[in-house]
C-alpha cells in the first residue's frame, strides 16, 4: 500500500540541505581514499552511521511497523538495504578512483532521468508527463553545462571505463531504492534509515573482508573525515532522504541530484580556492528553470496556502 505525495515548504528545505550535505561529500571522499582503501571507507562510514541512528531510535521506542512485516517485505528491505548504502558506496568509493569529478556528479544527476519512467510504472501518482520529462531534461542539460569539459574529459586511468560504469550503476542502485522504499508499508521513519543502514553495514562488511582483507589502521585524519562521512551525509542525510521520499515522494526527491554538482562546484571554490566557472550562471538557471518546470504543480499549491 502506498500513500499520497504531499510536497510543502518543508519538504523543499530538506531537498535544498540533503543537495548542500551530499554536495560536499565527493569531496571529502576524495579525502578520506588518501588514507583507506574504497570498500573499507564504504563499510566505516556506513557502521559509524549505524550505530548513532540505532542509539537514537532505540531512545525513541525502537518501534517500526505499525503491523508485523510479511516475509516478502522483509526481503525487499534487505534488498533495499543493498541498494541504499552497501552497494552505491562501495561502487562510488570505487569509481571515483579512476573518474572525474565532473563525471561522477553528473552520474549522480542521472538519477533524476532514471527515477521518472520507474515512478510512472510503479508509484500511483507519479505519471510520467511532458512537463516533467521537459523539466528534468532541461536541468540535466544544466549539469553537463556547469561540469563542462570536466564532464567527459578523460582521466587516462586503464580502469576508466569500469570507473564510469560504476558510478552509473550506483546511481540506478539509488533511483531503484527510491521507488522501493515509496512502496512500503506504514513505517516509522527513523526506525527505518536505522534498519537499511544495519542492514548496509552487514553486508559491505563481510565483502570488504573478503575483497580488501583486513583493514589498515587509519590515521586521525582519516579517522575524523569518516566519522564526519557516518556523522552528516549517511546517518543524517539518510534520514531526511528517506523522510522525503515517504511523504513527497521519489521523483520530488530526485531534484536534489541535480543540486549536487551545483553545490560541489560552489564548495570548491570557497573551500578550495577554485575558480567559478563562467558557465555557473547559464546552468543554474537551466537547473531551476527544469526543476521549476518539473515541480510545477508543487510550486502552484505550494503558494496557494
Known amino acids: 500500500m502506498t500513500q499520497t ?19 560536499g561529500t565527493f569531496l571529502v571522499t576524495e579525502i578520506a581514499l588518501e588514507g ?11 557502521a559509524f552511521a549505524s550505530i548513532l541512528m540505532y542509539t537514537i531510535w532505540q531512545a525513541r521506542g525502537g518501534a517500526l511497523f505499525a503491523e508485523p512485516p ?3 517485505t522483509k526481503l525487499v528491505m534487505w534488498i533495499m538495504g543493498a541498494l541504499s548504502s552497501a552497494i552505491p558506496f562501495m561502487l562510488l568509493a570505487w569509481g571515483q578512483q579512476y573518474v572525474t569529478g565532473g ?8 538519477i533524476a532521468l532514471m527515477v521518472l519512467p520507474l515512478a510512472h510504472f510503479f508509484v500511483p501518482g507519479e505519471r510520467l508527463t511532458w512537463r516533467r520529462s521537459l523539466g528534468f531534461s532541461i536541468g540535466f542539460c544544466g549539469v553537463v553545462i556547469l561540469m563542462g569539459a570536466k564532464t567527459f574529459e578523460s582521466t587516462g586511468a586503464s580502469l576508466e571505463t ?14 531503484v531504492n527510491s521507488i522501493m522504499m515509496r ?45 564526519l562521512l557516518g556523522l552528516i551525509p549517511t546517518a543524517a542525510a539518510n534520514f531526511l532522504r528517506t523522510l522525503v521520499i515517504r511523504s513527497a515522494g521519489p521523483v520530488f526527491m530526485s531534484i536534489t541530484n541535480y543540486q549536487v554538482p ?18 555557473l550562471i547559464m546552468a543554474m538557471v537551466l537547473i531551476l528553470a527544469g526543476v521549476g518546470l518539473s515541480q510545477y504543480g508543487a ?5 496557494r496556502r
Open 5 to 23: 505525495s504531499e510536497i510543502t515548504a518543508r519538504s523543499w528545505m530538506m531537498v535544498v540541505l540533503l543537495g548542500f550535505t551530499w554536495g
Open 36 to 46: 583507506i582503501t574504497p570498500f573499507w571507507l564504504a563499510a566505516g562510514r556506513i
Open 70 to 72: 510479511t516475509q516478502k
Open 103 to 110: 563525471f561522477a556528479g553528473v552520474s549522480m544527476a542521472a
Open 162 to 175: 569500469a570507473g564510469r560504469l560504476a558510478c552509473l550503476a550506483a546511481a540506478m542502485c539509488y533511483g
Open 183 to 227: 512502496r512500503l508499508p506504514a513505517v516509522d521513519t527513523i526506525g527505518l534509515s536505522t534498519v537499511l543502514l544495519i542492514m548496509s553495514a552487514a553486508i559491505v562488511i563481510p565483502i570488504a573482508l573478503i575483497v580488501e582483507g583486513f583493514p589498515p589502521m587509519p590515521s586521525t585524519k582519516t579517522m575524523i573525515v569518516i566519522v
Open 262 to 279: 551545483v553545490w560541489s562546484v560552489v564548495l570548491g571554490a570557497l573551500l578550495l580556492g577554485e575558480p567559478l566557472p563562467a558557465s
Open 299 to 303: 510550486f502552484r499549491k505550494l503558494f
